[in-house]
């Protein structure tokens, strides 16, 4: 469990460096960068295919359920944000998206084993004060009826990656390299979306290599480590870290000058950090039971 929980965090870490490779790679359209990185992403499948000897059709011989959650939570999810990006403001398209880490953790309880405790509900609580600062910026969030459909594609997008989360669970004999085979499908489908929605743009070098990060990380490498870390760690930790991916990802554009550093932000961190810690107080009252028995 606890090599799970590395996973997951690693996750959380890689798709903290989204927004400042996605500033780097603003010029391509969403459904083309999605479908690029996800073709990154499909590499490291194959890769892994390769590694493990059996052949590339062992690996896409899945149940049809399993290619149903594993194309719906990757390529719904990403869909349906841009859907909600491109039909509602983004402070308050991002404030609803960001209700996944809430979601994983609620959804969780019905699983096998789970119990929903009060220190998850303050501490996803404190959380999503935390985010709440962060993306309004210290400001009032304004939700207007006729960015309604907007709010609604936010709101089905975090829906769609907390029960994706959540279903790998019931999932564990299936291998992550797996993964590989949702993410060729997704670049494929996402092409299809660009093509539809959108006009090419031809990126320069220094595009392509913020691609070939991005197809490793964040919108890629992430979602391998990610199913790894659902399907062997504490799901509900794990869902309340998540509240961590926005606050690191504005400390990191601070960081890098890509962004301006205010008060807000230290707020925003505080409540996060806070309610990452109270959400966790059950793992570390196993920990201290163990080393107890232990000595």
């Known amino acids: 469990m606890q090599r799970g929980n590395l996973f997951g965090v690693l996750a959380i870490l890689l798709w903290s460096t989204l927004a400042s490779l ?63 990006i491109q039909n509602a403001p983004a402070i308050e398209a ?7 880490p809430l979601f994983i953790v609620l959804f969780s ?11 998850h509900i303050v501490g996803i609580i404190s959380g999503l004060v935390g985010v709440f600062f962060l993306v309004s910026k210290g400001g009032s969030l304004n939700f207007e009826r006729q960015y309604m459909h ?11 990656w907390a029960t994706y989360s959540v279903l790998s669970r019931f999932f564990g004999n299936i291998p992550t390299s797996a993964v590989g085979g949702f993410c060729g499908l997704t670049a494929v489908l996402s092409l299809f979306c660009h093509l539809l929605f959108e006009i090419t743009v031809v990126p320069d070098m220094t595009e392509l290599l913020v691609i070939l990060a991005l197809g490793l990380g964040p919108v890629g490498g992430a979602f391998f480590v990610w199913d790894y870390g659902v399907k062997n760690g504490d799901i509900q930790i794990l869902g309340s870290l998540s509240y961590a991916t926005p606050m ?12 301006e550093p205010n008060p807000t932000i230290w707020i925003a961190c505080g409540f996060i950090i806070l309610g990452s810690l109270i959400s966790s107080l059950g793992h570390f009252k196993k920990m201290y039971q163990t080393r107890k028995i232990v000595y």
């Open 94 to 100: 991002n404030l609803i998206n960001y209700l996944w």
């Open 22 to 84: 996605g500033v780097l790679a603003s010029a391509i359209p969403p459904f083309q960068l999605t479908s690029m990185t996800f073709f990154v992403a499909f590499i490291i499948g194959i890769i892994l295919w390769k590694k493990d000897g059996k052949g590339i059709l062992a690996h896409l011989r899945w149940p049809l359920k399993v290619w149903v959650v594993g194309v719906c939570g990757l390529f719904g999810y990403h869909f349906f944000y841009f859907l909600a």
């Open 150 to 160: 907007g709010y609604i594609y936010a709101f089905i997008s975090a829906v769609i």
């Open 248 to 259: 690191l990802s504005t400390l990191l554009l601070v960081f890098l000058g890509l962004s």
């Open 109 to 119: 309880s019905f699983l096998p084993k789970e119990k929903l405790r009060w220190f």
